[in-house]
């Protein structure tokens, strides 16, 4: 575990990372609601709002556009990722070394899926052991994407499954842990006692209302919860810095979801 | 990502690969339309032509011919393909090493297969992850042959599926992006905006007539397609000469179908 | 083999091992009984009792625990380990290696779980055989958790499978063979006969009321045992203190289980 | 491609491989017609005929006999093969590494088995990738072995098949191609075509009577074939040395087979 | 091949290896019928007998017991072997490197067992190449336990198999084959014959007879056999000096069976 508070990806002891890796896991059709994100220029741009502590890209989209944004933006390097394409039992490609992403890309934090549950589990597991203690060696923050799923698995977002993922992050050795919010403040915090010294950020999901996003996010950080992963939720809206100031005031401020919505609108 | 205007592979911008690793993909019956093409050389003459900024073969043939053509021909090595006596899930063989491309056979760029939503998608990513990594050493530009196909797949080359395609190469790190035709200029539009900076080309596919397939390649170019990888489509001609010239016109001077085709005829 | 009876797993030939890794093999529902046991530093400030030669753990909750504990508990870090979410075969992913675990955690032992018998059994001892002689570099000690389980098994603890269980950790390497209690003192002797000169460990199971458990490690220390490895029988009791009180006794001074028992009370 | 004319594989620019890896592949079996064959020394004393350019053995037996041979005889190692106990896909095993072969064994040339069409194709060919890139370090020729064969194939000697074969070879790096004879000389034509400059030898198969095999070998030769590689059709033959002797005359002087017998006769 | 009678697995041209990997293939239940073998001591006391040119056991037996015996023992490092708690097709974890065998634990040979017809053959073949391969660099005799089984097997004892399995052994590259005896003496000339100038022995097998089991010795001897590696026809008999005695003249005096045993009752 790294001392991580002293590190780009965390402001405060919070940490609002802004993915943009649906080209490859979702495809472009995740662009279509606001057309011009297919251009990864225009999510950059929103990434260098002052409350992203981080952008969350693949490899590819780091080596295009990164070297325009270094000095606004904070780079997490998503080592691994799969296409929707993929029919087989949940898995994901590693798609990037980290000494790649490390002394070629520049990042400054590092991402890898796990999907605990899955009968690609044990191999992802030991895929992830040899990206964390290489991590170590660059003094790179790691996020593990702790996604239990595939065949073991009932409920992905049961609160003993997302406490568990959350335990599985600590277990393993992820300096944070982005789980999916289990419905309720309580279950979070069940999530964020399980994960231990590892920091518990959510992950946005597919894109809600307003207030209901917010008021998620507010009870996450109520229950404990160090910040936010988010993608859709930020870049599909049409004026995508007004959600990013209320997220500031809801993740950084600690205000309710009403107080951030009032300030901002 | 390269800044591969300045390589061998691009000329003004634009991209024309002559492809000819048909000996290993389909078989010797490739050939038989135009007999002599069966022997490598009649298509590496075909390849001086002035349009072509690379020709696309397997370690074998650069190994046994290139060394005759390597003062009026750019090589393109190919690292992976497999035959068509292949019966699983569609996968391809890493046939050459990155090092021996580029330090025995002189390579100028690489070529590689990724068939996404194929079972062996996370394997095929993972060996283009390592053959990417390792030609940024070499500073050679990376082609992705990016053919979503297999289980996963219900078509091939609907506009989304290419758009797809297309996004692939980029989030995974190529610079160059090769894709099926998607059957509109819109179509084709989408998947050049879905790549960002990594440039698309469409393959040739197979023989079609001349106004047709010159037809589609200039709907490829105004829809901001950088170029072409075409083997059937001109060895596969009695005067490929004739075609190339063409092509030449469609793709590095915008001229359309009806003029290309006018002015060589 | 290795002479570990002054390494410091040892003490007086004896070995009382406080595991720790159920929150990756079993899900933070183990620590719902003594929920202050979710928080890891819960059970290292059990771990610094004297009767404790070694905690076992995951990698993670070494690297965020443990040096904060390192001058008062031994840690032996448990190499592999799976969570429950699997739905596999048995196996066990490596999410340690021995040069982290020797160098950067600071272990004083080493921990890797086998389960003959399953499908991913030869898998597993390869793993083992890789674990076991980059362990004999660092001269740490190895402890197998030895555990048929799996498709080849009808009973994972009659007394043939047991003393199976303890003879291949002697016949692979390991210094010390955690295996289950196979039901009578006869029984673990057959076990620490085969084992030789690797020393046997019963595994303390799930938790079981005072006395019998008591009953059991007197048993398997009388019958030449030489400890104990035990986590839920001590962590989920109110008083983990007084158990282990107790299992001192039984354990290092040979009393019987009324004796200990008493004597704590 | 190697210069390979230069090297003792090659002679007058023909090559005759005279090979005894059938106690590997088909088993002692393949020595029952003449007993004091199953003594590889028998078959070395054969191997000293002017006529073969090499003898195809695997490490084994390299390793045991050649020593006695080397001034006589040039090495051929044939690094992958497997026994007819096997039931699986068609598949080979490495059983020698190329250093080895290099510096061990002391070949001249190398061999190598590739199924075209198994389910094991993929993996074969990525190890023949390894051996080529291997062998070209020591300057030594490769000899494909490319016999399509498994789930994919309905006839592995159909012209088409056998042309496809001779391409593989090309296409991979072999430097010449072993195939089954297709049954006529202009089939013959077709894959010496298609294998444009690796050189083609075609494979003796089975005992036949003295003139069938000789005619088959006239056609090989006039249809531009470059020799054979033989193993039952010499060593099954009570007179071997005739059988070279009038192999001698229809590779390397261009007789007919009904000359060569008759001057052999 | 190594110069192998001047080594110590060897004495005057003959080899009697007595194995104790029962322990992991069996389990403890082969120590039952003479209880104090499931000492390894007693076992290795045994072992010194005169008559013994090896003891082959696994990796942690060796390092646990062989300190005490080098002086009177040499040391045959079993390198792969499993427990029959395993239930797929035939297979052998490489439980100990070469490495760690030449250098840790001292051995003087080497033993790995290939299972001819299973569907690991071939995985376990090329685990043999490199075991062999680094065997030499260490100069350590190489003793194939040469095992056909599994899928493709009707029989394993029957003459072709065992003369099949002593070949394999010689084209792999083995110094010893042990094969099961085929059950009368031709069929072990043919086996010996078969493996050429790899020596031959065969293996004890259950225990049998004391008459029965030296005739067989005996009969291999005649038949041009080397020798003998067996476990259970000496450690589970009541005198097994006395069967030693009697095998030390059939084997390296070359009396008959029947000479033998009154010599030694």
Same mark, same amino acid.
């Given at each position: 575990?790294?001392?991580i508070?002293?590190?780009?990806?965390?402001?405060?002891?919070?940490i609002?990372?802004?993915?943009?890796?649906?080209?490859l896991?979702?495809g472009?059709?995740?662009?279509?609601?606001?057309?011009?994100t297919?251009?990864?220029?225009?999510?950059?741009?929103?990434?260098?709002?002052?409350?992203?502590?981080?952008?969350?890209?693949q490899?590819?989209?780091?080596?295009a556009?990164?070297?325009?944004?270094?000095?606004?933006?904070?780079?997490?390097a998503k080592?691994?990722?799969?296409?929707?394409?993929?029919? +087989?039992?949940?898995?994901?490609? %590693?798609?990037?070394?980290?000494?790649?992403? @490390?002394? #070629?890309?520049?990042? &400054? $934090?590092? *991402?890898?899926?796990?999907?605990?549950?899955?009968?690609?589990?044990?191999?992802?597991?030991?895929?992830?052991?040899?990206?964390?203690?290489?991590?170590?060696?660059?003094?790179?923050?790691?996020v593990?994407?702790?996604?239990?799923?595939?065949?073991?698995?009932?409920?992905?977002?049961?609160?003993?499954?997302?406490?568990?993922?959350?335990?599985?992050?600590?277990?393993? +050795?992820?300096?944070?842990?982005? %789980?999916?919010?289990?419905?309720?403040?309580? @279950?979070? #915090?069940?999530?964020? &006692? $399980?994960? *231990?010294?590892?920091?518990?950020?959510?992950?946005g999901?597919?894109?809600?209302?307003?207030?209901?996003f917010?008021k998620?996010?507010?009870?996450?950080?109520?229950?404990?919860?160090?910040?936010?992963?988010?993608?859709?939720?930020?870049?599909q809206r049409?004026?995508?810095?007004q959600?990013?100031?209320?997220?500031?005031?809801?993740?950084?401020?600690?205000?309710?979801?009403?107080?951030?919505?009032?300030? %901002?609108?």
């Open positions: 575990m790294l001392p508070d002293d590190t780009p990806l965390v402001r405060d002891g919070k609002l990372i802004l993915a943009m890796d649906h080209g896991e979702h472009p059709v995740d662009f279509e609601p606001v057309p011009e297919i251009d990864p220029e225009t999510v950059f741009e929103v990434g260098t709002h002052d409350a992203v502590t981080a952008m969350a890209v490899k590819g989209v780091a080596e556009y990164y070297p325009s944004y270094e000095d606004d933006v904070n780079l997490l080592l691994n990722g799969t296409s929707n394409l993929w029919r +087989g039992e949940p898995d994901s490609a %590693v798609n990037c070394s980290v000494d790649y992403a @490390a002394e #070629e890309l520049g990042a &400054d $934090a590092l *991402g890898f899926t796990l999907y605990g549950g899955s009968n690609n589990e044990i191999e992802m597991a030991e895929e992830f052991r040899d990206a964390q203690e290489k991590a170590r060696e660059h003094d790179l923050p790691m593990m994407w702790s996604y239990p799923r595939g065949q073991g698995l009932r409920s992905d977002r049961d609160p003993e499954t997302i406490a568990y993922a959350a335990r599985l992050a600590l277990e393993l +050795g992820a300096d944070v842990a982005k %789980v999916k919010y289990p419905g309720t403040p309580e @279950a979070m #915090e069940w999530a964020v &006692d $399980a994960a *231990g010294k590892t920091k518990v950020v959510m992950s999901g597919s894109k809600s209302d307003d207030y209901a917010l998620q996010v507010e009870e996450c950080i109520s229950a404990g919860g160090k910040g936010l992963a988010v993608g859709r939720n930020v870049f049409d004026n995508p810095v959600i990013l100031d209320a997220l500031e005031k809801v993740i950084f401020e600690e205000q309710s979801a009403e107080q951030a919505l009032d300030a %901002v609108q």
